[in-house]
């Protein structure tokens, strides 16, 4: 047979160069060897014979096939070599004008084959590199096997065609179609569509890998992704990295092969082929799925996996670390990516699983000596292909893994329950005597004026009444040599201890409580569904702004000069804050929220408190005072100072009830609920320990695995490591819905979350309805304990036998004051007259302080109608 080759695009029937009998995959296309000359084809309209112009044909196919020209079948004219997206897509074909009507419609047919082999080839030459990422680079691998088999397949055409005299058309087109026309027509729809949207991709996001230049597509990207999470989770999810891919790979190269599956639904010959090649094309992006689930590493050269690793500052890399503020740190390190997310990984909460799988396994490894996980000796099944049925659930179980190993590192290596009795004991004054303590020593300050006080010798009085050593600080050791060990379970216990310093913050307690609230929550959801991207982050930035006019106005605090000691929000007290430091890693758990919801409930506590030692303050005066207790007195000043203290019991009766609804109704009932919970999940993990057939002898591997850093090694007291053979063999327990539930960080989380809410809730303070009627409450009792403080005087000047006995003792505070019977009426009635007024406004404000309770116990929180209880049976009269 005879290869032809064009010499130049033009007419359809020019000079060509003749090749003499050469293989077809063979031909030599841009040199002409020596002893070939040129000859001119016959002109098809000289050609009468349909057996001859088939012939014809079918050599010049058996060049088209392989993308290149005959003598009757050209290039069209829209083919440009020289344009990357003419190479991509193809060469178009026009056939001679001449050509036989029969045979021209079944070679229109089959010259898009030779424009599908030529597209693929040119996308395995333009793509297949490492700026394309794996899963292309597999895709071309696989396009590469193709296009030999497709190559041979020719061969195979070209000896039938040289040796067997029936050979035609019809039978080519069937060969054609039956061994490659599906699997060649598939791979040209995935090329052409990843050039398509890579190219795309180049013009909106530029050159860099990454590089988002489209600010409002971004941003639109972003209420997308907002609206999704809503939708799902009814959270938002800031995790997530809106940033758009510059060019298609990765997880879009595997959309496109998922789109198409769909699209071939019905054709099981092309939904085999699209499996086949989906799994094959997938098996990098396995990997690094693989990578990530079972050793927290992320294998992505190329920026193409669903986890992205963001590049953080490393200049303190350490001191970030051991900072408190670390979940920010842990918070953006990594983050899943919205753009080119398959169907697998489609749903919210498995991206988030995913997540946090990798980055556990990762803190799991900062706070131990093991860099490798092979060494803990687990029989782990990786994920095979994406497509499998049990893709999910093996995402699941590596989940339940990480949050094993994290829950381990948490309760043995740093006794949580130990950690969340410190903060019981600290911040919600569980152990109140050294609260009582400090009360004592630095009453005198606390009523004071904030800006009228020492705070350095407030710190210092606390930290005497709690024993804390400000200069011993919990921090992060590097791991003692071999044979040295330490017993640092005071370390463990009192890690509240080291970390905590009291200070007087400039905005107190009620205002804070009311910058909170006054954050008003709105349909997030319809404000992203309604109003436009560019509206809606303008409404979201003065929503920002107001809300730090708000902090700097409520920072204003009033100065000495306007301080008035009738009001509880002008104490020191009001102000005082607890700042307590949670080292790394149990800040990830224990929060910078979590936090300030205890400071919030410490404050309110401590001015609780503080209220209830002024009140007993007052008690012993009014009853034990020389003064309030001479028998002298007019029977009307004896029932004046009766009417005084009954007036002071219903206070002291109001604080109690007070107090012990807060200490005992709401935080110790909630405290329990949370600590059945812990010690379920602990006595759990012990109970899965003892229950494994016990060992005496362990493999090096094996043997002190669990090296912490801070030495935490030590804590267990039956093994120097809790990470033995019997513990690592937990695969039935993950398989339990018990261990999915019991061991998962992020429930303990949310019961933390749910028991700090409760009590928040429960004592009034995210009600701004109810706190101001508090502090009305508040602030009646000490106006009138502090009027109290100040009768003495008062009452040796309605009776001249005291008057004349202090006058004598103190004759400068005495001197000029007159004691005739109508000056000591008059004094008298301005007693009875305050007094009256007290009662009045102090019945008043427990009328509307129940009032309000009792409107939102019934509407809102009836944990409020404990309260109500209490109060009506102890002020039925009200």
Request: proline share 2%; aromatic share 12%.
């Amino acid at each position: 047979m005879a290869s032809f080759i064009s010499s130049h695009p033009g007419d359809n029937e020019v000079d060509l160069v003749v090749l003499t009998e050469p293989k077809v995959i063979q031909s030599c296309i841009n040199k002409i060897p020596k002893g070939y000359s040129k000859i001119r084809p016959q002109a098809l309209s000289e050609l009468n014979d349909l057996r001859v112009q088939q012939g014809l044909i079918m050599q010049d196919l058996l060049f088209v096939l392989l993308g290149y020209e005959g003598f009757y079948i050209r290039y069209s004219e829209r083919y440009n070599p020289n344009s990357l997206d003419s190479l991509i897509k193809g060469p178009d074909y026009k056939t001679a004008k001449h050509l036989d009507v029969s045979l021209k419609s079944i070679t229109k047919k089959l010259v898009h084959f030779g424009k599908y082999y030529s597209a693929l080839n040119s996308f395995v030459e333009h793509y297949c590199s490492q700026s394309s990422g794996k899963v292309v680079q597999r895709l071309c691998t696989e396009i590469s096997q193709f296009i030999v088999q497709y190559q041979q397949l020719i061969i195979q055409i070209e000896e039938e065609f040289k040796h067997n005299s029936s050979f035609n058309l019809n039978i080519l087109e069937n060969i054609l179609n039956q061994e490659i026309s599906v699997k060649i027509h598939l791979l040209y729809e995935i090329i052409t569509s990843i050039h398509d949207d890579s190219q795309t991709r180049f013009k909106l996001y530029g050159a860099n890998n990454n590089i988002n230049n489209d600010r409002e597509a971004y941003f639109k990207n972003f209420i997308r992704n907002i609206q999704n999470d809503l939708r799902e989770t009814g959270n938002i999810d800031l995790t997530t990295d809106q940033q758009n891919f510059n060019q298609c790979k990765g997880g879009l190269v595997l959309q496109i092969i998922q789109q198409l599956t769909h699209t071939y639904h019905g054709d099981q010959v092309s939904m085999t082929f699209l499996s086949k090649l989906f799994d094959a094309v997938s098996i990098d992006y396995v990997q690094m799925l693989n990578n990530w689930l079972i050793n927290g590493d992320i294998d992505d050269p190329y920026d193409e996996f669903l986890i992205k690793e963001n590049k953080l500052s490393t200049a303190n890399r350490f001191q970030d670390i051991i900072h408190t503020r670390t979940e920010k740190y842990w918070d953006e390190l990594y983050g899943t990516r919205t753009d080119g997310l398959i169907e697998q990984f489609s749903s919210k909460e498995i991206q988030l699983k995913i997540l946090a799988t990798g980055k556990y396994l990762n803190i799991f490894k900062l706070c131990t000596d093991i860099n490798n996980f092979e060494q803990l000796g687990e029989d782990l099944i990786p994920i095979e292909k994406l497509t499998s049925r049990n893709t999910e659930l093996k995402i699941l179980e590596f989940y339940d893994r990480a949050n094993w190993l994290l829950m381990k590192l948490y309760y043995d290596g740093y006794g949580f329950c130990s950690i969340i009795d410190s903060f019981q004991k600290t911040l919600l004054l569980n152990e109140s005597y050294h609260m009582d303590n400090f009360l004592s020593n630095s009453f005198n300050d606390l009523r004071r004026n904030k800006h009228s006080v020492s705070p350095s010798r407030l710190a210092q009085s606390y930290a005497e009444a709690y024993k804390v050593n400000p200069g011993q600080n919990f921090a992060i050791i590097d791991v003692v040599s071999d044979g040295v060990t330490e017993n640092i379970t005071s370390n463990i216990v009192d890690v509240l201890k080291f970390n905590q310093k009291l200070t007087v913050d400039s905005t107190n307690f009620y205002d804070l409580a009311k910058e909170i609230l006054d954050v008003k929550s709105f349909d997030a959801e319809e404000a992203l569904k309604n109003e436009s991207s560019s509206s809606m982050f303008k409404a979201l930035l003065n929503k920002s702004l107001e809300r730090n006019k708000i902090s700097s106005a409520g920072s204003n605090t009033p100065s000495r000069s306007t301080y008035d000691p009738d009001h509880s929000d002008e104490y020191t007290v009001a102000g005082l804050n607890l700042e307590v430091h949670v080292p790394f890693p149990l800040n990830l758990l224990i929060t910078q929220n979590f936090v300030f919801e205890y400071q919030l409930i410490f404050k309110l506590l401590v001015i609780s408190k503080f209220i209830t030692k002024l009140s007993d303050d007052s008690w012993k005066e009014i009853n034990f005072s020389s003064v309030w207790g001479y028998k002298g007195f007019h029977p009307r000043v004896h029932k004046w100072i009766l009417r005084c203290r009954i007036l002071h019991n219903r206070m002291n009766d109001f604080m109690k009830e007070l107090n012990f609804y807060f200490n005992f109704d709401i935080i110790d009932t909630n405290y329990q609920d949370l600590k059945c919970s812990i010690k379920e999940i602990q006595n759990f993990l012990k109970q899965d320990r003892q229950s494994q057939t016990p060992t005496n002898a362990t493999s090096p591997q094996q043997s002190d695995l669990f090296g912490f850093r801070n030495q935490f090694d030590n804590y267990s007291q039956n093994n120097n490591s809790i990470f033995d053979k019997n513990i690592l063999n937990h695969s039935q327990a993950n398989n339990s819905s018990r261990t999915k539930s019991l061991c998962d960080v992020d429930n303990l989380h949310k019961k933390l979350s749910s028991f700090l809410n409760s009590i928040l809730r429960d004592t009034l303070v995210t009600n701004k309805d109810l706190i101001e009627s508090l502090k009305v409450m508040f602030d009646v009792i000490i106006s009138f304990n502090h009027y109290l403080s100040r009768l003495k005087k008062s009452l040796i000047m309605i009776n001249p036998e005291l008057f004349d006995k202090f006058s004598q003792d103190y004759p400068s505070k005495f001197q000029n004051k007159n004691m005739d019977d109508e000056q000591i009426a008059a004094r008298f009635d301005i007693l009875n007259e305050n007094l009256n007024s007290l009662y009045e406004i102090f019945n008043d404000g427990l009328t509307d302080f129940m009032n309000t309770l009792k409107l939102y116990g019934e509407t809102e929180n009836q944990s409020l109608l404990i309260l109500i209880e209490r109060l009506e049976n102890c002020f039925p009269d009200t």
